[in-house]
Each structure stands twice: as structure tokens, then as C-alpha cells.
């Protein structure tokens, strides 16, 4: 069964700072990867995702992530942060298996952006 | 306005009482999923299905039930055997050949 870690639980970090929150994903086969956020109170949004090509991939608001195959990992990052991307970001992994295409997240990692 | 819809928000029940939980798609989407968030442990796979009438456990199966009898619902019963539901549940759906999931805003259940 594929498996994905985060290893950051909760990052803190200054307005203009960079970010970047790991995640590694266990999974032999094929894969499609995506970072969701969840601001306070709102839905899971989709942020970016990853299918195939270019392995660095651009999402919305400046958000970027990078697939490197060898390590099993999917990256998220932005240069400069700013105190509205304060929210819970989650990395996903779905891969095709016998029972069909099943999405599995990892566990969260808190962000505060301190203005 | 098209999406998913999870009701109630919040649902406060007793022990021993089975509950369900409402998710309706007007999105046409084939595969829906019910997913529990509790802190620091992310998002963990309850149910899902892909198709009208079928539906596949995921990783903590035990304790709940589904039914998908119409392509836009798929209720969510947390029955008594659950050994520990206060959690946030969310529901989502995703298109035929998955490209990504879209979620509901939730349902914060309450066992007293």
C-alpha cells in the first residue's frame, strides 16, 4: 500500500522568509502527486499537482513543488511567504492499484506566518 | 453553484447511537470518498466508490458503513462499533480517471 510522510509538523516562520515542507511518498509504481492547503475554516483547495513532464511544477499563489523520482519526494516551496498562506498543507499520492485509484495523505504540516 | 455538499456541520451525538452523515455532488463526478482528519494524523481513507453501487473499504473501514444507491450521494454511517468517532469528516469526489478530488466543507462530529 502506498504511504506518504511529512516530516514537518508545524513550521513557524516570518513574513518574507522561504518555505519548503517536505514530503516523501512509498509507492514502486506510478504516481500522480498534489499538495492541498486547508485555510482556517475553508475547504481542502488544491494548490498544485504533478501527473507528468516537467517535474517542477507551479501552482497558485506562487506555490511550487518539485517530483524527484530517486527520492521518492514532492517538495512544496515558495521564495516569500506571506501571513495569509497561515493554513494546514497536505501532500497526496494516488496510485494505480487492483482496487482502483485510492488518494492517500500524509499528515499535515501546520504553517504560521508571523507578520 | 456546483460542488459537494456535507450536512450537518456540527452533530453532537450520544454513545451508542449510530449516526449518518449527508454528502451530495452536483459535480456528475463517478468516484466519491469519505475521509477522516484528526490532528496531526492528516486525512485517513474511510470509504470510497467509483461507481453507482459499489464501494471499497480504505484504511479504517471498521465501525462505518457506506451506501451508493444514486451517482450524486454517498451517506456515511458511523455506527456504534466505532470505537473513538469525534472527528472531523470530509467528503470528496473526483471525475472518472481521477485528476484531482474536490471536498466538502465537513462534518465536525461530537460522540458525548
Known amino acids: 500500500a502506498q504511504s506518504v510522510s511529512q516530516h514537518n509538523h508545524h513550521v513557524i516562520l516570518s513574513e518574507a522568509a522561504s518555505l519548503e515542507l517536505g514530503c516523501n511518498y512509498s509507492y514502486g509504481g506510478t504516481v500522480n502527486l498534489f499538495w492541498y492547503v486547508q485555510y482556517p475554516g475553508q475547504h481542502l483547495q488544491l494548490l498544485l499537482k504533478?501527473?507528468?513532464?516537467?517535474?517542477l511544477v507551479k501552482g497558485i499563489k506562487g506555490f511550487e513543488a518539485e517530483f524527484i523520482k530517486s527520492k521518492f519526494s514532492f517538495n512544496l516551496r515558495k521564495p516569500s511567504v506571506q501571513w495569509s498562506d497561515t493554513a494546514e498543507y497536505f501532500c497526496a499520492v494516488t496510485a494505480n492499484n487492483n482496487a482502483g485509484n485510492m488518494l492517500t495523505f500524509g499528515g499535515g504540516t501546520r504553517l504560521m506566518v508571523k507578520p | 453553484d456546483g460542488g459537494i455538499t456535507q450536512s450537518p456541520k456540527y452533530l453532537f451525538r450520544k454513545e451508542g447511537q449510530n449516526v449518518t452523515l449527508s454528502c451530495e455532488q452536483n459535480?456528475?463526478?463517478?468516484?466519491m470518498y469519505w475521509y477522516r482528519q484528526d490532528p496531526g494524523q492528516g486525512l485517513r481513507l474511510i470509504y470510497y466508490?467509483?461507481?453507482?453501487?459499489?464501494?471499497q473499504k480504505g484504511d479504517i473501514a471498521e465501525g462505518y458503513s457506506v451506501s451508493r444507491e444514486k451517482k450524486e450521494s454517498f451517506p456515511l454511517t458511523v455506527t456504534s462499533a466505532q470505537k473513538n468517532p469525534t472527528a472531523f469528516y470530509l467528503c470528496?469526489?473526483?471525475?472518472?480517471?481521477?485528476?484531482?478530488?474536490?471536498f466538502g466543507q465537513g462534518t465536525r462530529l461530537t460522540v458525548v
Open positions: 459535480l456528475n463526478h463517478d468516484a
Open positions: 504533478y501527473f507528468s513532464g516537467d517535474p
Open positions: 466508490s467509483q461507481i453507482v453501487n459499489d464501494f
Open positions: 470528496a469526489s473526483s471525475p472518472q480517471g481521477y485528476t484531482e478530488a474536490f
